[in-house]
């Protein structure tokens, strides 16, 4: 039963913007399941919830995981202005940027939650990103290199 209410939290926050305790109660309430708020606030604690500004200028109960899609597009325009040239060769990606970029662009792709990067090493013009496979490797040089033509 934990599982699933939690799962349930998750996918409530995912799809409402939940401000309270109360409202996230009122919510799994509405989906047929019967908690009180003291065992809201351990779900909250245990699923490391998190409030996150919105779009709309108010708090909500986030999982501090941004996606992907919107970091890129925030963080554009350090890489527009750091990046030279992006590539990859099986599983690793080499990012050029201008002399002493490197850092900032670098700190922009770690902010990233990726999964299917292992890691990243960054000096002054030069980052290397270790992925998992080939195919996030390209997939990952496949969007920068949208944003960066964007």
Do not use: H, P, W
């Amino acid at each position: 039963m934990k599982k699933r209410r939690q799962a349930k939290i998750l996918e409530l926050i995912s799809t409402y913007e939940i401000e309270t305790q109360e409202e996230l109660q009122e919510k799994l309430i509405e989906f047929g399941f019967e908690v009180t708020q003291a065992t809201i606030s351990r779900d909250i604690k245990e699923l490391r919830l998190v409030k996150d500004l919105s779009s709309k200028g108010r708090y909500i109960y986030s999982t501090g995981k941004k996606r992907n899609d919107q970091i890129v597009n925030r963080a554009g325009g350090i890489f527009n202005e750091s990046i030279i040239n992006i590539d990859y060769a099986m599983n690793i990606v080499v990012i050029k940027c201008f002399s002493g970029m490197a850092n900032a662009a670098c700190a922009a792709i770690d902010s990233m939650s990726n999964d299917g990067v292992l890691g990243t090493i960054a000096g002054d013009d030069t980052i290397f990103m270790l992925c998992k496979t080939e195919e996030i490797a390209k997939d990952f040089t496949d969007r920068l290199r949208s944003t960066l033509n964007a």
